[in-house]
């Protein structure tokens, strides 16, 4: 049987698909398949998986567009392999991705899923950097614990690499009531039963284009609010009053004062839960905090209002006393013209 099994769904997606696959297949790891699952194409994705005669590539075609959850899922049904790795069809791995990712998981039975850091482009040529050594990791399995809670984990799923066994035995699949935010889903029903982590290198081209899912962001982000509102009920035995995930990109400082209220609301649950360090979810609720603060800033509305509103929460203020809270707070101070 092979070590890994490379999952690819694709739907007419003939324009990047043969420089998926020879990435794929030249892999220094060569122990592996490759499913391919045709989600009813009507373009020449057929005819190029056809064009390899590749004995390690196992074709499936489903009898209508059932959508990415479903392929998924059947590639999953359909695999031999100890590790699941996410291929997405318009995207480059390095050659030396199957051999760093399965030699960390074999290192570290505690890990279901290892991923690693992307770089994004759109077309042009890809140069990889050579990896000369082990990489570490980006930050520890326990920050993204803490961080997945704030919708920031040091995750990425177009690069992941999946422990099948975690996923036999705790029946996880991918939930077809959610077209984009799927990896969410993933993370959410992995995080209280294994060790998740990224990898510190780029073993992944992460392709942007014109018709990627990852554009409709507003879409995405109203699915996450649902997978963490069941999450949260779930996990911790509460619902979430409002949205985590701030759905527009123009941010308001009526959506900034929701997300205050929704993170103190969070932070009040889950800080005394056995699992979770109360430190790292006020830090991870910072972080979150500080991006969607730069996105008021960047709408010119009311910034010193939004300014005071971040430091004067109850909760998060306490992170004021961390070094990278200090340096945000001066150059914050500095930025509005506000004198501390």
């Known amino acids: 049987m092979p070590k890994v099994t490379v999952m690819t769904p694709i739907y007419n997606g003939e324009k990047y698909l ?43 075609v489903n009898d209508a567009n059932r959508g990415i959850a479903y392929s998924y899922n059947r590639a999953i049904a359909e695999s031999r392999g100890e590790f699941l790795a996410v291929a997405e069809s318009d ?11 399965t030699a960390y998981m074999q290192a570290n039975a505690n890990v279901g899923l290892v991923c690693s850091k992307q770089k994004v482009f759109n077309a042009g040529m890809v140069q990889f950097q050579k990896i000369n050594a082990p990489p570490s990791i980006t930050h520890s399995a326990k920050q993204n614990k803490h961080a997945l809670l704030f919708y920031s984990p040091g995750i990425r799923h177009a690069s992941a690499m999946y422990r099948k066994s975690t996923f036999t035995e705790h029946k996880i699949r991918y939930n077809p009531d959610y077209k984009i935010s799927n990896d969410y889903y993933i993370y959410t029903n992995l995080n209280s039963i294994t060790d998740m982590v990224c990898l510190d290198c780029f073993l992944l081209h992460y392709r942007i284009h014109e018709s990627n899912f ?48 929704v993170a103190n ?7 005394k839960h056995p699992d979770y360090d109360k430190n790292l979810l006020v830090n991870a609720a910072a972080n979150l905090g500080y991006k969607y603060l730069k996105a008021v800033m960047k709408s010119g509305i009311n910034n010193k209002q939004a300014f005071h509103l971040y430091r004067q929460t109850p909760l998060l203020h306490r992170m004021d006393n961390a070094k990278k809270n200090r340096l945000w707070a001066k150059y914050f101070a500095w930025h509005l013209g506000i004198k501390k």
Not at 27 to 42: A, C, K, R, V
Request: hydrophobic residues 35%; glycine residues 2%.
């Open 91 to 101: 995207d480059i791995s390095h050659p030396r991705r199957f051999e760093i990712q």
């Open 18 to 60: 043969r420089e998926m696959m020879d990435s794929i297949l030249h892999q220094t790891m060569q122990d592996f398949e490759l499913i391919i699952i045709n989600d009813g194409s009507t373009d020449s994705t057929e005819a190029i998986v056809m064009s390899y005669s590749d004995p390690r590539i196992r074709y499936f």
């Open 214 to 261: 990852s554009h409709n962001m507003a879409e995405s982000n109203r699915e996450a609010n649902v997978i963490y509102q069941k999450f949260f009920q779930k996990e911790f035995g509460f619902s979430m009053q409002g949205k985590l995930v701030l759905e527009s990109e123009q941010i308001s400082l009526s959506d900034f004062a929701e997300y205050i209220a």
């Open 265 to 271: 609301h969070v932070l009040t649950h889950t800080r």
